[in-house]
T-cell receptor, first 113, second 112 residues
């Protein structure tokens, strides 16, 4: 089955700097890659997703890149703000979401004002 | 609130007791998922339904766990003879076919 590895497990950045979180996956059939943000005690919430027919997707200060050959994808947050502090999870599934999402272990991002 | 609803939000139970959690998905969503999350970990898939059919169960799901979705709407997750290792947050999520999945706020279980 699918296995998703996520790095780093913790990340601290100064406010205004960029943050990058990287994930690798094992199943070459995976073609849907969402990112979720989870604040303390709250539900995971989707912030951006990408499908395998595109290599990059951007939404304001966040972007995701996908390299299918290398089987890795990354989340980029620019101009970080204190409210970006949270745990971020990457996930993967195949069949455009027809198989259940497999999640990475998460990255705790701290943005220092 | 038209999001995924879970209850109870918190449950403390003694080891060996049975517990049941309920999930009400977003109304038009035909898929419903159960995940488990422990501190410092990502959500781990347990099982999912398409309408009333249970399509997949994880190897993590021991025979003490059972899930139902009798009418293709709400779902229940029952844990029998709870163990301390069952302490976790149980997350329900729903989606319309293979599209974005939306999580509920979770049900926290503490087994003492």
């Amino acid at each position: 089955g699918e296995n998703v590895e996520q790095h780093p497990s913790t990340l601290s950045v100064q406010e205004g700097d960029s943050a990058v979180i990287k994930c690798t996956y094992s199943d070459s059939a995976s073609n849907y890659f969402p990112w979720y943000k989870q604040e303390l005690g709250k539900r995971p919430q989707l912030i951006i997703d990408i499908r395998s027919n595109v290599g990059e997707k951007k939404d304001q200060r966040i972007a995701v890149t996908l390299n299918k050959t290398a089987k890795h994808f990354s989340l980029h947050i620019t101009e970080t703000q204190p409210e970006d502090s949270a745990v971020y999870f990457c996930a993967a599934s195949s069949g455009s979401g027809n198989t259940p999402l497999v999640f990475g272990k998460g990255t705790r991002l701290s943005v220092i004002a | 609130d038209t999001g995924v609803s879970q209850n109870p939000r918190h449950k403390i139970t003694k080891r060996g007791q049975n517990v049941t959690f309920r999930c009400d998905p977003i109304s038009e969503h035909n898929r419903l998922y159960w995940y488990r999350q422990t501190l410092g970990q990502g959500p781990e898939f347990l099982t999912y339904f398409q309408n009333e059919a249970q399509l997949e169960k994880s190897r993590l799901l021991s025979d003490r766990f059972s899930a139902e979705r009798p009418k293709g709407s709400f779902s229940t997750l029952e844990i029998q003879r709870t163990e301390q290792g069952d302490s976790a947050m149980y997350l329900c999520a729903s989606s319309l076919q293979g599209n974005t999945i939306y999580f509920g706020e979770g049900s926290w279980l503490t087994v003492v």
